[in-house]
């Protein structure tokens, strides 16, 4: 018995009527009645493979419409500026919208769908090493009524692949924000910091952030996140962190960046097939506090206030604000805020004051959880809490620099009692 076998590759979308044809004399020497029950066997197989293939491709205007009624814009209690996300498969009870970490991250949000409709937050959980976030709101019955977008397979994506974003850029001068779908193609595929993966060029804007990337099935492939340009940004500010390597990386593209060749103008997503297998975060405790007031108060440049606003986050974190001061707290203290905290830091001080700078420089100088004399003086000369070369105690709190003209890691002070500096520092491994 002689078989015909038709092999679909994968980047085969669709079979022709002409493909069809030509394939029919292939069908081998077969006896006349069994040719003419073979061939047409053959022909509505070939021609069911075909339209089932080619179902799998939409037309920009069907995935337009199919993404507009799970598009969610995300914007602020207390301040100006938004982001987007998009609802995905979630537990029973509530809507589950997929974002982007940065837009969420130490602010109050309010929620608003298709329909118009305002929703109160019921969660927000971030992820602590991917610019990803996963924030609920309350349905009305155990399905929420809203529609979730299908994920795709982000492993096959391809360069010069066609995909579709939608989100709710900018608009100068204010005014209602309208929802946006535009058109691009995948530029290139690597890994960066933050989870991105997938970079494309595209007409996107501010505002855009934690939308939907889909391919032509209209299915998710990523969520869209940040430009070139700040990508690098971000990286700058954790420079001294980096390995030499890195850092000549960086340096390279920083300096193409700075002479105005058009890198900015890719964009970068996160593949979903990475959200898919780092879930597990989204059971992880999540911030405590709310951090609108200290984000306002570092974007005005004012570091005493936010300094200040840090150490009272820190007391209410702890439940202490009766006390007024740490001692046994600090092993229990929250890491998810001590992170939400050091980002605002680093990112308003362009990498310069944080938390997380600080656990830098007291590693680079030998720090450990032991207390070391040696090394906590050197610790803090190299940061400008202590004269160099003076004995005594530390600076006053009225002694302090309190701009960015002060030393790297000089801030935030937040000296909250009897509690050994480096057990903070030291307290999150991925801080």
């Known amino acids: 018995m002689v078989y015909f076998h038709v092999n679909l590759l994968p980047r085969k979308q669709h079979i022709t009527v002409v493909e069809i044809i030509h394939l029919l004399p292939y069908s081998l020497k077969l006896s006349a009645k069994s040719m003419k029950f073979r061939s047409c066997w053959l022909i509505f197989t070939l021609i069911g493979l075909s339209l089932t293939s080619c179902g799998q491709q939409k037309s920009s205007q069907e995935i337009a419409e199919t993404v507009k009624n799970s598009i969610v814009l995300i914007s602020y209690q207390n301040e100006g500026g938004h982001g987007t996300g998009f609802i995905v498969p979630g537990p029973t009870g509530v809507c589950t919208v997929l974002t982007a970490r940065h837009v969420v991250e130490g602010r109050s949000l309010n929620l608003q769908t298709n329909d118009q409709q305002l929703h109160k937050t019921d969660s927000i959980q971030t992820s602590s090493n991917l610019d990803l976030a996963v924030v609920t709101f309350p349905s009305a019955g155990e399905k929420c009524p809203y529609p979730s977008l299908n994920l795709g397979d982000s492993d096959r994506v391809k360069e010069t692949d066609q995909i579709y974003i939608s989100g709710f850029p900018d608009r100068v001068g204010g005014g209602k924000l309208v929802r946006q779908f535009v058109r691009g193609s995948v530029s290139g595929l690597d890994v960066l910091e933050q989870g991105y993966g997938i970079s494309y060029d595209a007409s996107t804007f501010g505002g855009m952030s934690g939308g939907p990337v889909l391919d032509t099935s209209g299915k998710v492939v990523a969520v869209h996140g940040k430009t070139d340009a700040q ?32 890198i900015n103008t890719y964009k970068w997503g996160i593949p979903i097939k990475t959200y898919q297998a780092n879930q597990s975060w989204e059971n992880q405790p999540i911030a405590k506090a709310d951090y609108t007031k200290l984000q306002q108060l570092l974007a005005g440049g004012k570091w005493k206030e936010a300094d ?23 092993e229990n203290f929250s890491c998810p805020d001590l992170r939400a905290m050091d980002r605002l830091w680093v990112k308003y001080s362009d990498g310069r004051f944080g938390f997380s700078v600080q656990k830098q420089i007291y590693q680079s100088l030998g720090g450990t959880k032991e207390y070391d004399i040696k090394v906590w003086v050197a610790y803090a000369e190299a940061i400008g809490w202590k004269q160099k070369g003076e004995k005594g105690e530390l600076l006053s709190d009225s002694q302090l620099t309190f701009n960015t003209n002060a030393p790297r890691g000089h801030l935030p002070f937040t000296w909250v009692g009897n509690w050994s500096w480096q057990n903070i520092l030291l307290l999150c491994r991925d801080l």
């Open 308 to 330: 200040e606003e840090t150490n009272n986050k820190m007391l209410e974190v702890a439940g202490r604000q009766k006390e007024g001061w740490l001692d046994d707290d600090r």
């Open 231 to 262: 990508i690098v940004a971000d990286l700058q500010s954790q420079q001294a962190s980096l390995s030499p390597q890195q850092q000549a990386a960086l340096q390279q593209a920083a300096t193409r960046v700075a002479g105005g060749v058009q």
